[in-house]
Each structure stands twice: as structure tokens, then as C-alpha cells.
Nanobody
Framework: QVRLVESGGGLVQAGGSLRISCVLSGGRIRINAMEWYRQAVGEGRKLVARLTSGGATTYADAVKGRFTAARDSAESTPYLQMSSLTPEDTAVYYC??????????????????WGQGTQVTVSA
């Protein structure tokens, strides 16, 4: 069974940095795209960043210039590097993957998957 788990997040002071990695397990996985969403208390879930398999990135206006989506060179794990954090960035952050699972029979199962979320809290 394919699983997506966020690692990182936590508590940081305003101006600080955090990284959220999205770790997939449980299959022979190809990542077509990885997205990061966030949901603050009392608000809906909002797209923060998107990273495609080709390396293209898009960002919400609220995080442009402060957040960077990329894949680490060692494991090709997608991550969101967040810098110059403000209290307005406080939210639960979710990874959302558009993936392909290569089946034992050679077939491909395409689907999207959500992580369980990780809390990011930025203190003033």
C-alpha cells in the first residue's frame, strides 16, 4: 500500500526557516507532481506550491520569494523549504502527490494521494 508522509514542520520564531519533506513508500513510485497545501484554523485548504517531475514550480502569491519547492539530490524526495516565516504561515501543511505506481504485472496505476499533515507554528 502506497503511503505519503510529511516530515518536518514544527515551531519556529518569526523570520526562521523550516523544511517539509514528502516521503512516499510502499510501491514502485513515479512522482508526476507534488503539491503542498496548508490549512489554517477556520480556513479552507489552500495550495501553496507545486513541483512537477520536470522541475517546474508554481507558488501562491503569499509565499513567492520565501518558499522553494525542490527534490533533494540524494533520494529525490520532494521538499518545501520555507524561509522568512511569519505568524501568518501558521497552519497544518499537507503533501499531495500525483503519482504512478508501477504494478508487478507492468501496468501503471495513476492516482493522487494525501499525507496526514504536519503542523507549522510561527511565533511572533
Amino acid at each position: 500500500q502506497v503511503r505519503l508522509v510529511e516530515s518536518g514542520g514544527g515551531l519556529v520564531q518569526a523570520g526562521g526557516s523550516l523544511r517539509i519533506s514528502c516521503v512516499l513508500s510502499g510501491g514502485r513510485i513515479r512522482i508526476n507532481a507534488m503539491e503542498w497545501y496548508r490549512q489554517a484554523v477556520g480556513e479552507g485548504r489552500k495550495l501553496v506550491a507545486r513541483l512537477t517531475s520536470g522541475g517546474a514550480t508554481t507558488y501562491a502569491d503569499a509565499v513567492k520569494g520565501r518558499f522553494t519547492a525542490a527534490r533533494d539530490s540524494a533520494e529525490s524526495t520532494p521538499y518545501l523549504q520555507m524561509s522568512s516565516l511569519t505568524p501568518e504561515d501558521t497552519a497544518v501543511y499537507y503533501c499531495h502527490g500525483e503519482i504512478e505506481d508501477i504494478l508487478p504485472n507492468g501496468g501503471i496505476d495513476e492516482f493522487d494521494i494525501w499525507g496526514q499533515g504536519t503542523q507549522v507554528t510561527v511565533s511572533a
